[in-house]
C-alpha cells in the first residue's frame, strides 16, 4: 500500500478537499483507497459519539470499508487548536499514541492510503510535539496542498523547507484554488512551479459545486499513477 501525510499550507489550504478528491479519481482507475485522520479537532456531538466533518468526508470519498474510530481515532468537540481542544477535554496527545492509530489502519488491504494532518506542518499535539513529529515518525513521503491566495508563496516555500528540514521527502503538491478572485493566479502558479522541489500533480481550480467529486476530474490519471508508482 502506498502511504501519503497529506499537509497544507495552513489552516484553510484545503487538504481534505484535495485529498478526497484524489481518492475518488484514485477510485475510479479501480484503486482501492483508504484515510486517515489521526486528530481533528471541531467535532460535533451524534447519537454515534463526535463526528469530524472532514473525516466524514474522506470516508465518503475512499472506497475501502472502515470504522469511524479507525478513520478518525482522536476526536475532539472545539474548533480551536487539537493540543488546546485536547487539553479543554482532558485528552493527552502524543506522537506514539497516534502513530499506533496510524499503523493500525496501515495494516489494512488497499492501494492508496492517506494520512491527513491537521492545520499546517507545525501545528502542536502537545507542549513538545507536532504533528511535523508524526509524519516524521511514520516516514512517509509527504503531499502538499497549497491554497492558492495571497501570500500562499511565502507559506508554500517555508512549509517544503520545513518538510526537507525534517528529513522527509516531498512526493508532489497540489494547487487548490480557494480564491477565485485572485490576482496574478498563474503567475503565483508558475513561480510555485519554479521554486519547489517536487512535481506538480495537480491543479484543482475554484469548484464552484463544492464537491470533492467535481474536483476529482482535474486530478490526472497520471498523477494518481505517479503516486502509486504505476507509471
Same mark, same amino acid.
Given at each position: 500500500?502506498?502511504?501519503?501525510?497529506?499537509?497544507?499550507?495552513?489552516?484553510?489550504?484545503?487538504?481534505?478537499?484535495?485529498?478526497?478528491?484524489?481518492?475518488?479519481?484514485?477510485?475510479?482507475?479501480?484503486?482501492?483507497?483508504?484515510?486517515?485522520?489521526?486528530?481533528?479537532?471541531?467535532?460535533?456531538?451524534?447519537?454515534?459519539?463526535?463526528?469530524?466533518?472532514?473525516?466524514?468526508?474522506?470516508?465518503?470519498?475512499?472506497?475501502?470499508?472502515?470504522?469511524?474510530?479507525?478513520?478518525?481515532?482522536?476526536?475532539?468537540?472545539?474548533?480551536?487548536?487539537?493540543?488546546?481542544?485536547?487539553?479543554?477535554?482532558?485528552?493527552?496527545?502524543?506522537?506514539?499514541?497516534?502513530?499506533?492509530?496510524?499503523?493500525?489502519?496501515?495494516?489494512?488491504?488497499?492501494?492508496?492510503?492517506?494520512?491527513?494532518?491537521?492545520?499546517?506542518?507545525?501545528?502542536?499535539?502537545?507542549?513538545?510535539?507536532?504533528?511535523?513529529?508524526?509524519?516524521?515518525?511514520?516516514?512517509?513521503?509527504?503531499?502538499?496542498?497549497?491554497?492558492?491566495?495571497?501570500?500562499?508563496?511565502?507559506?508554500?516555500?517555508?512549509? @517544503?523547507?520545513? *518538510?526537507? %528540514?525534517?528529513? /522527509?521527502?516531498?512526493?508532489?503538491? =497540489?494547487?487548490? #484554488?480557494?480564491?477565485?478572485?485572485?490576482?496574478?493566479?498563474?503567475?503565483?502558479?508558475?513561480?510555485? @512551479?519554479?521554486? *519547489?522541489? %517536487?512535481?506538480? /500533480?495537480?491543479?484543482?481550480?475554484? =469548484?464552484?459545486? #463544492?464537491?470533492?467529486?467535481?474536483?476529482?476530474?482535474?486530478?490526472?490519471?497520471?498523477?494518481?499513477?505517479?503516486?502509486?508508482?504505476?507509471?
Amino acid at each position: 500500500m502506498k502511504t501519503y501525510f497529506i499537509t497544507g499550507t495552513d489552516t484553510d489550504a484545503g487538504k481534505t478537499f484535495a485529498s478526497c478528491a484524489l481518492l475518488h479519481a484514485a477510485g475510479k482507475l479501480g484503486f482501492k483507497t483508504l484515510a486517515h485522520k489521526p486528530v481533528a479537532a471541531g467535532c460535533e456531538q451524534t447519537p454515534d459519539g463526535l463526528r469530524n466533518s472532514d473525516a466524514i468526508n474522506l470516508m465518503s470519498a475512499m472506497n475501502q470499508d472502515e470504522g469511524y474510530d479507525m478513520v478518525n481515532p482522536i476526536a475532539l468537540e472545539p474548533g480551536i487548536a487539537p493540543h488546546l481542544a485536547a487539553h479543554d477535554a482532558g485528552v493527552q496527545l502524543s506522537v506514539s499514541r497516534s502513530a499506533g492509530f496510524a499503523r493500525g489502519i496501515m495494516m489494512a488491504r488497499a492501494d492508496l492510503l492517506l494520512i491527513e494532518g491537521a492545520g499546517g506542518w507545525r501545528v502542536p499535539l502537545n507542549n513538545r510535539e507536532t504533528l511535523a513529529d508524526l509524519a516524521k515518525n511514520l516516514n512517509k513521503p509527504v503531499i502538499l496542498v497549497v491554497g492558492m491566495k495571497l501570500g500562499c508563496i511565502n507559506h508554500a516555500l517555508l512549509t @517544503a523547507e520545513a *518538510i526537507k %528540514a525534517d528529513g /522527509l521527502e516531498i512526493a508532489g503538491w =497540489i494547487a487548490n #484554488g480557494i480564491d477565485p478572485e485572485m490576482n496574478h493566479y498563474r503567475e503565483n502558479l508558475t513561480t510555485l @512551479a519554479q521554486m *519547489i522541489q %517536487a512535481p506538480l /500533480l495537480a491543479e484543482i481550480p475554484p =469548484i464552484r459545486s #463544492g464537491s470533492w467529486k467535481d474536483a476529482a476530474e482535474h486530478i490526472p490519471d497520471a498523477a494518481v499513477k505517479f503516486i502509486l508508482g504505476k507509471n
